[in-house]
T-cell receptor
Framework: AQSVSQHNHHVILSEAASLELGCNYSYGGTVNLFWYVQYPGQHLQLLLKYFSGDPLVKGIKGFEAEFIKSKFSFNLRKPSVQWSDTAEYFCAVNSPGYSSASKIIFGSGTRLSIRP | DTAVSQTPKYLVTQMGNDKSIKCEQNLGHDTMYWYKQDSKKFLKIMFSYNNKELIINETVPNRFSPKSPDKAHLNLHINSLELGDSAVYFC?????????????FGPGTRLLVL
C-alpha cells in the first residue's frame, strides 16, 4: 500500500537557521506530491505541490521542495527560518488507487519549533 | 468569508452518545472530504463526496455515516461513540476530485469522548 514517511518527528532550530525536512514515499509510479503546514490551532494550508516538470518546486513563505524520483523523496527546505515558521508540517502524496478521486495519503508530520 | 467551515469547533461527549459534525464550503467546489487526525497527528482520509455522491469510503466503522445534502455541505454523523473516536476531524474540499487538485481544509473539530 501507498505510504509516506517523515522521519523527523520534532525539529528544533534557531531563527535564521536553514531547514530541511525529509519525506519519502513508497509508490513507484506517477505521483503528485504536496507539503501542507498546520500552524498552532489552525487548519492545514498548502505550502507547495509537485505534479510534473521542474523537480524543484517553490511555494509560499520562502519554502521550496525538491522531487528526486530515484530516491522517492520530496524534501522541504527553507534557507532561513523565522519564529513564525513554528508549525506542524505534513508531506502528502496522491494515491493512485482511485484514478478519478483525489485521495491523499499523509505522512505522520514533523513538528518544527523555532527558538527566537 | 471563511472558505471551509466546521461546527462545532469542540465537542465533548460521553461514550455511547450519537453526535454530528457539520461542514460547509463556500468555494463552489464539487468535492468534499472528511479526515481524522489522531493524537499522534496522523491524518487519514475517511470519506469523499463528489456532487453529493460517495466516491471514497475507507475502512471506517459503519457507526460513521456521512451525509451530503448538497455539494456545499458534508456532515458526519457518529453513532455509539467510543473512546477511540476521540480525535480532530477535518473537513476539506477541492474543485473536482482530480488527483492534481489542491484540497482546502476547514479548522477542524476536536472530539473528546469520555
Amino acid at each position: 500500500a501507498q505510504s509516506v514517511s517523515q522521519h523527523n518527528h520534532h525539529v528544533i532550530l534557531s531563527e535564521a537557521a536553514s531547514l530541511e525536512l525529509g519525506c519519502n514515499y513508497s509508490y513507484g509510479g506517477t505521483v503528485n506530491l504536496f507539503w501542507y503546514v498546520q500552524y498552532p490551532g489552525q487548519h492545514l494550508q498548502l505550502l507547495l505541490k509537485y505534479f510534473s516538470g521542474d523537480p524543484l518546486v517553490k511555494g509560499i513563505k520562502g519554502f521550496e521542495a525538491e522531487f528526486i524520483k530515484s530516491k522517492f523523496s520530496f524534501n522541504l527546505r527553507k534557507p532561513s527560518v523565522q519564529w513564525s515558521d513554528t508549525a506542524e508540517y505534513f508531506c502528502a502524496v496522491n494515491s493512485p488507487g482511485y484514478s478519478s478521486a483525489s485521495k491523499i495519503i499523509f505522512g505522520s508530520g514533523t513538528r518544527l519549533s523555532i527558538r527566537p | 468569508d471563511t472558505a471551509v467551515s466546521q461546527t462545532p469547533k469542540y465537542l465533548v461527549t460521553q461514550m455511547g452518545n450519537d453526535k454530528s459534525i457539520k461542514c460547509e464550503q463556500n468555494l463552489g467546489h464539487d468535492t468534499m472530504y472528511w479526515y481524522k487526525q489522531d493524537s499522534k497527528k496522523f491524518l487519514k482520509i475517511m470519506f469523499s463526496y463528489n456532487n453529493k455522491e460517495l466516491i471514497i469510503n475507507e475502512t471506517v466503522p459503519n457507526r460513521f455515516s456521512p451525509k451530503s445534502p448538497d455539494k456545499a455541505h458534508l456532515n458526519l454523523h457518529i453513532n455509539s461513540l467510543e473512546l477511540g473516536d476521540s480525535a480532530v476531524y477535518f473537513c476539506a474540499s477541492s474543485q473536482v476530485p482530480a488527483r492534481q487538485e489542491t484540497q482546502y481544509f476547514g479548522p477542524g473539530t476536536r472530539l473528546l469522548v469520555l
